[in-house]
């Protein structure tokens, strides 16, 4: 293989220029020419493509964001989509790919591959952490540390005014960023769709906490719990308890930026090799993830398909910890 492509797809993540880094440099030094696609499959599919030397990765492994632009497509969601992907790839050359992303990202590309032929090696770049045949995903640490550092500024707010604080994270369908940010931030209760927590629980824990002379809560809500978004969930949980003052904060967007941490750098860095080499290797259709400090490379059709389980003792460990 002489010329691979690499691309960003999907919601971004902090360490996604570190990992398209790592892939030029890979291809680089072992004697291969790479070319960045602009946008994720809407940039293959209109010919956004350029080659890419060692240069010009240069300042960007602490940078947030993704140097290549990231898309959803959805002309690439078509077979005529795909076809002209293809026949762009074909005019350069193009003979595999790294894709960096989710798995609406690693499922076009398995559908691609299926159709066209084209290996392609993925990266899971995703705040989410929500893909299966690795431990931690490119991004997730960043954005679990941003949203702590935003519950640790709502906490003394909270204290100041004994309100209590419903705060919701991101994850899509996912509860791992709501984990760590209420074990971490010291949370009294996680709402995570992975384990159903109904209003009455949050009810009681409240009346609970204030018996005990609790004065201030903090409520981490993942965005897909199935009890419903933060704001609803609160103004639920106002109507049976008139005298709480409670507050939402969305984090939102914040959690996707910032520099990457060093444990994202160091994972997107090993993970952007893995895939070149991969590739070099005959490997296709394979996500590269690390699952206990091992290099692994699991089938495209496993990381979208099976779950990855959340252990029940983090759940657990936010009620000891609040009581
Ligand atoms: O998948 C990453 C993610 O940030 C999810 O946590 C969130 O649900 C979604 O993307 C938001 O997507 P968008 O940026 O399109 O609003």
Redesign the pocket.
């Known amino acids: 293989m002489k010329k691979i492509g690499v691309f960003t797809s999907?919601?971004d993540s902090p360490g996604m220029n570190a990992c398209i880094r790592a892939v030029v440099r890979a291809a680089v030094y072992h004697g291969v020419e790479v070319y960045g696609i602009k946008r994720g499959y809407n940039g293959m599919i209109n010919g956004e493509i350029f080659k890419m030397e060692s240069s010009a990765v240069s300042n960007v492994i602490q940078r947030g964001g993704t140097i290549l632009k990231s898309a959803?497509s959805k002309e690439f969601l078509t077979r005529d989509g795909r076809q002209k992907a293809y026949d762009q790839l074909q005019k350069f050359g193009i003979e595999g790919l790294v894709a960096i992303g989710?798995d609406g990202t690693f499922t076009g590309a398995n559908i691609f591959h299926e159709e066209f032929g084209i290996p392609t090696m993925g990266a899971p770049g995703?705040?989410?952490n929500d893909l299966y045949g690795t431990d931690f995903t490119i991004g997730y640490d960043t954005a679990v540390n941003t949203a702590l550092e935003a519950i640790d500024k709502i906490r003394d707010t909270a204290d100041s005014h004994e309100r209590v604080f419903f705060v919701e994270v991101?994850?899509?369908d996912s509860g791992y960023i709501a984990i760590p940010c209420a074990i971490g931030g010291g949370a009294e209760i996680v709402m995570i769709p992975e384990t159903e927590t109904t209003l009455e629980s949050v009810i009681d824990a409240l009346k609970n906490g204030w018996s005990r002379s609790k004065t201030s809560f903090i409520i981490i809500v993942a965005?897909g719990d199935d009890a419903g978004n933060a704001t609803t969930i609160a103004a639920k949980v106002q109507e049976a308890l008139p005298k709480m003052d409670a507050r939402v904060t969305i984090l939102g967007?914040v959690?996707?930026g910032g520099a990457p941490t060093a444990a994202d750098r160091m994972l997107a860095s090993e993970i952007g090799i893995a895939c070149v080499e991969g590739l070099l290797a005959g490997r296709t259709s394979e996500m590269a993830g690390i699952v206990n400090r091992e290099l692994v490379y699991t089938p495209f059709i496993e990381t979208i398909t099976k779950q990855k389980l959340i252990n029940p003792n983090f759940t657990r460990m936010v009620d000891i910890l609040s009581v």
């Open positions: 999907g919601g959803r989710g995703t705040i989410d991101m994850g899509r965005e967007h959690q996707r």
